[in-house]
């Protein structure tokens, strides 16, 4: 099983500095930092028991990811571990999501992964439904093995992870959905995250060759601004039309209970959405 990297010794000869996503966290020995997920064990260095270790394992199609304009009609096998680097009250997946749970699954080794996607006949591998960044050592292990057989391997990520994991990405992963979660920074911040740090790895990866699909959970309060959702169309218009965005709607979940997004709203901003780029699709709807 793969260790965890992207860390480093503090000044201070006793903290470790995670780098894996933007955070950065510090953490103290005996700590966690942001994510629940990864641990500073005394004397070890920055641990992650979590690596290959999932809660869900399913064979979707892999336009559920969503994926829309890759690979259509394929199967793909899709993966969920514990944990994430955001804090969204609205999260959909939150009983996953959220570190608390215990961890009780046997890890699954790279070998083992690959053993499983051909018995399932599965034409990809998609770290989906908590967030994969906290994967990354154990993708990026797996992803050549999967190669070698033809298997491809999708992230459906916050994007939110740094600039090395983002450059290793553009290698070993073959396509992602990326969520948008509004198009303003203070919105981000609230939310535990950064809008400059996504959209710059987005445009990295696209660069890099990558196929990107992006998806806007349209939430009542956080991310149903007009002006919001036109500053995003048209950042992405100025990427190519042809990148995918799918407008989803929301349900309440978690801690966050505005109704659901009104479906008028929906439509008006998927008509918005279609005057500049080339696919648009309304999920959830
Ligand atoms: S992955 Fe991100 S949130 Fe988790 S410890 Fe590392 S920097 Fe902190």
Known sequence: MPEARW?????????????????????????????????????????SSHLGRFVSIALDPVEKKPLRRWRPGTQILSLGGVGCNMRCP???????????????????????????????GAHAVAYTYNEPTLQAEYIFAASPQLRDEGIATVMVTNGMFSREVCSEAASGVDAMNIDIKAFDEE???????????????VERLISAGVHIEL????????????????????????????????????????????????????RRFFNAAVEKLNYVYLGNV
Not at 16 to 30: A, Y
Not at 190 to 198: K, W
Request: with cysteine.
């Open 7 to 47: 860390w480093s010794v503090c000044e201070d000869g006793c903290s470790v500095r995670c780098g894996l996503c933007w955070h950065n966290c510090t953490i103290t020995p005996g700590q966690k930092g942001l994510c629940g997920v990864r641990e500073h064990s005394p004397y070890a260095g920055l641990r």
């Open 90 to 120: 609205f999260c959909q997946n939150h009983e996953i999501s959220m570190p608390e749970r215990p961890l009780t699954e046997k890890p699954v080794s790279p070998g083992e992964l690959v053993a499983m996607s051909k018995e399932f």
């Open 187 to 201: 919105t981000y911040r609230r939310l535990g995250g950064s809008l400059d740090v996504v959209t710059r790895n």
């Open 215 to 266: 998806t806007c959970l349209i939430v009542p309060g956080v991310s149903d601004s007009a002006d919001g959702f036109v500053r995003l169309v048209d950042w992405m218009a100025g990427l190519s039309p042809d990148v995918p965005l799918h407008i989803s709607r929301y349900f309440p979940s978690y801690r966050y209970k505005a109704p659901p997004t009104d479906i008028s709203l929906m």
